[in-house]
């Protein structure tokens, strides 16, 4: 018998029922609420008159709908505010664990799980939230769930599967200085497309993911839904005990060395089939921003903006549409691409690691006269080790603005947000029509590359910088 | 949730590739703590200007797709953001079918919870009610859930692949939970189990 994938591992351990045509009932070990999608799930189970099942199996913050400004004031807007105030009475009437907005440990909720030790690997972890592939870079099957499955998880804590298919996505070798986990991500998803990873959970491997940090394994596995993998995971390994070991909620004593003698377990074995796989060589991924309005829209830093000729099918149309909103001519080069706005952090790259880089580019230098910029760490716990170890006042004497924790300008739920033809260097995870507020044009990068932006004022190749800082 | 058997209808074109749920129901509505009501918001920033005012060209807003029951769309429909406000703003404004070449996952799962049938159809099978979807009130389109068969104006019918559960589901109205929650014992004994193998969790 051949060997078995590390999802193989994950799903069989968490099976609870199978019926005849495959379809599964999956055990949810992790179950991570926010504000946005779960008062419509909180109703239906009250109208049903049903109760969750496992409450301590649930974690809840708000995070989309916080301000990042002063919080003394609550939030201004009403509805905003309704929606985090029904978390808080449901929460508190169900007896699930929230971190309150004015909590230090309130952050993104893809931040909050893994810093706390919520989330580990082996479990399985939902979150009404497309992001949640981020807890698989800890060897965890976690994928987003719409409202209705939030409901369902909260009655049964389980959710009706059928097994997806299994991608292996293979980074061979050294990534090359200036590259990160962000170009990695965004370089698979310009290869495989949006739609590449649809109906897949894509396991990342090779040299470049084992030599990535956790914080940048996050950064990878965040992003495979942006190329439609509901999943992605790394297989976890020394540098993932490593980080899980002594957080509030990971395991202690025996407990702790039961597990972590079960997470040994979980790596893909020795010739285990996959159903498809992609090898990207290192060395040949180079820093890369997005031009378009679609992640997959991704080029390196050194290229121009494409014609929508050089693209086929319903693709042409997408292009022109993207190029006409982006307000870029096909031709000009991606570097006198010149931007209004910075945007530094999000479930993608708002952790402490992220904070190190962007501020290793930015210290002892000034933003760009005009330029906005704004840094938004994924959590209290970040911003409060960011202020520690420095980096807070390197932003500030930079020229940009240090905020609170929160979702922020990724989606531009709360009040940050682009305005009309306001052009960003974000490290979000999303370029799409007015994501970051009404026909704001985004353009996805790493850290990094946002700092160098926000230095030079126009899209920049990091590496140009990096001489003089490094 | 509302049964889905068949319908008959008029269907809107949008031929764009990787209309995201963004675009289907922006973040600014997804405030509510309400399934209901979203619809007028459906498609918000391409159906209206700045000022509120309906943009003539956009297709909801033209007279013969008013009243559209049915979207054909381009590929990778309802890719990115998992909010299921998206079902249900396209439900509100009255869509029970979308039919595109592929859908993202997530958005195709909260569709089924909703009574709304997405239908995968090969891109030579989507031109054809395309091309019909142009013509407005000219060209209905039938879908027939039970025979998993879609017709088009001149009769032309396209056979879809649909999974059994979630067809028994949407063609009775089921509520999932319900028929999960009868699953209970199977959910006991998997957690007695869990509780000994993975005492941690």
Redesign the interface.
Known sequence: MSGQTLFQKLWDAHV??V?P?G?T?L?I?RHLVHE??S??AF?GLKL?R?MP?RVDAAVAVPD??VPTTDRSKGIA?P??R??VE?LDANCAEFGIREFRMDDVRQGIVHVIGPEEGLT?P??TVVC???HTATHGAFGALAH??????V??VL????L?Q?KSKNMKVEITGKLRPGVTAKDITLAVIGKTG??GG??YVIEYCGEAIRDLSMEGRMTVCNMA?EG?A?AGLIAPDEKTFAYCMGRPHA?KGA??E??LA?WKTLYTDEGAHFDKVVTIRGEDIEPVVTWGT?P?DVLPIGATVPHPEDFT???V??AQ?SLEYMGLTPGMKLTDITIDAVFIGSCTNGRIEDLRAAAAVLKGRKIAPGVRGMVVPGSGLVRAQAEAEGLAQIFLDAGFEWRMAGCSMC???NPDQLA?EERCASTSN?N????QG??GRTHLMSPAMAAAAAVTGHLTDVRELMGETV | MKKFTTLTGVAAPM????I?T??II???F??????SGLGKNLFD?MRYD?QGNEIPDFVLNQPQYRKAQILVA???FG??????HA?WALLDFGIRCVIST?????FF??CF??GILPVVLPPEAVAHLMDDATKGENARITVDLESQVVTASDGTQFPFEV???KKHCLMNGL???GL??E??S??DA??AR?KTQ????
């Open positions: 609870v029922h019926e045509d379809q009932l055990y070990d946005v999608t008062p419509q109703e049903a049903r099942r989309h709908n807007d509805i905003a309704l929606q029904t580990l082996g479990m009404g939230d497309s987003g769930i719409g409202t209705s499955e409901e369902h009655a049964t804590q389980t009706i059928k949006t739609a649809t109906g839904i439609g509901r395991p407990a702790w039961a597990a079960w679609s997959e099918g319903g693709k149309g997408a549409r989606l531009a739920m009309p999303r799409f029509e007015g994501r009404y026909r | 031929p764009l590739v990787n995201d963004d675009m922006p973040k600014l997804l405030k509510t703590i309400q399934r920033e700045r381009g590929d990778n890719c990115g953001s998992s909010r299921e079902p592929s859908f993202a996952d997530i799962n909260n919870k909703n999974d059994a559960f509520d999932d939970i999960s929650l699953k209970v199977a959910i998997f957690e869990a993975f005492p941690w969790l």
